[in-house]
């Protein structure tokens, strides 16, 4: 994710280069930051991504230990 430093260059950059006809276009990765900036909340799609994908792997795990601690009780 961009920070937002990166980000006011970026759109600089682009308000700059829309009366040109020479100005160099942006980067790939400069091109991705910029979109990626006008995806609504994104930040908090991402969280919600990535604790969807990890949320079974560590819920296998509790399941595990819980089994183990059960089973040493009994």
Do not use: G
Not at 56 to 63: K, N
């Amino acid at each position: 994710r961009a920070q937002q430093e990166e980000l006011d260059k970026i759109e600089k950059h682009i308000k700059s280069s829309k009366d040109k006809e020479n100005a160099k276009p942006l980067d790939k990765p400069e091109q991705f930051l910029y979109q990626l900036s006008l995806i609504p909340d994104f930040s908090s799609r991402v969280f919600c991504i990535l604790f969807q994908s990890s949320f079974c792997e560590c819920m296998s795990s509790i399941t595990r230990k819980i089994n183990t601690l059960q089973r040493v009780c009994k």
